[in-house]
């Protein structure tokens, strides 16, 4: 008897299977990119999505896909009118990458990731973007080396296929910790497209809700130092008596701690070493003035380094996390953390620079 109930049993959750639930993958559309707008006619939102065509045979430049949009006045109201533009079922298993317009960042964004992290199929590990000017358009890039739909931007944030310091990877799982942690703002790096190619070289700092400030390149390099999965190479250039001299950085150690200010109050105190090579240089370099260059090159980056420091704590936001090791260091009562979020944008910032000039090249 009881073998017959569990075939009973079984036989009931096969049925079940052959259901609604269950799709053949020759009856799914798999969406591979998912773009989000500021709708242009009214409030709402504009959803584009990038469906991967399968197809037997991989070349470059033929890759197979289609980007369909909906405008609606709510992100999940857009998803259900998208399926009444195609023959099968969404499939968003296989969407790695998320990217948001650049209007709907600098307006507000917390809508749209409260809509992200409560979908049980986005998976967290996904990619998110800044699409400039939006994200439909990146949806609708195909770079002519690309084999299959949306593959470049994957092997870009990723990783694998190139390494710079101009490019940070983030993930919807950090997105929304740094949302909702005390100390740490979020960031989004900028998709910009350049014809049928991009370019990624610059990132949107943003507070909780959205962009408050937009780095150049040589800034995106220098927040990338602060992240301990980051690539940490970098061009340092510095002038010295007519001779210009530019250090390939290869290792960068960084240390930051809120200290007390002679002054009274607190203080950021940031502590670089920066070990590299000498790859260009304008003049002939002997190993007697590497000292004097060396003075130079810390000279030179404690500007640059303070400078962007400064302007980013100037505008009250925090993607480092000064905030949140001022946390962790010491007992934070909630009257102490107003005190800290009223002080922080003027701050005192200290910067302590360590270069290492490894060697000059295979010349002399």
Known sequence: MK?????????????????????????????????????DQRKGYTVSLKLG?????????????????????????????LKSKVDKELDYGHTKIFVLGKSLVQEDITETMEWLVRRRDIQFISYLAIGEPDAMSVMKMSPGWERLPGNTLFLTFSTEGVETSYILTEYLFDMNRRIHEKGKDPYLPIIKLKGNTFEI?????????????????????????????????????????GNVITLGVT???CRYSIVKDPEGGQAIDVRMKLKGIVEESTQSII????????????????????????K????????????????????????EWERWTKTYPAMPIRVHTDVVIEGTGVTK
């Not at 065509?53 to 709510?74: M, S």
């Not at 408050?212 to 970098?234: A, C, Q, S, V, Y």
């Open 251 to 253: 290792d960068v150690k």
């Open 53 to 81: 065509i399968p197809t037997g045979k991989i070349e470059a430049g033929q890759e197979l896909f289609e980007v369909i949009h909906q405008e609606a006045e709510t992100i999940t109201e857009a998803i259900r009118l």
């Open 3 to 39: 073998r017959i109930a569990v075939l009973c049993i079984l036989a009931l959750c096969l049925s079940g299977c052959s259901g609604i639930a269950f799709r053949d993958i020759d009856k799914r559309f798999f969406v591979v990119a998912l773009g989000i707008d500021k709708a």
């Open 287 to 310: 190993s007697k003035d590497l000292l004097r260059y060396r003075k130079s090159f810390e000279d030179t980056f404690n500007r640059k380094l303070s400078r962007f420091l400064r």
């Open 201 to 241: 070289n610059q990132v949107a700092l943003l507070d909780k809700r959205k962009a408050r400030l937009i780095t150049d390149p040589e800034e995106t390099e220098l927040l990338d130092l602060f992240r301990k999965e980051g690539f940490h190479r970098l061009a340092l250039k510095t002038k010295s008596e």
């Open 312 to 335: 980013v704590v100037s505008q009250g936001i925090d993607p480092i996390g000064f905030g949140l090791r001022y946390r962790a260091s010491r007992m934070v009562s909630a009257e």
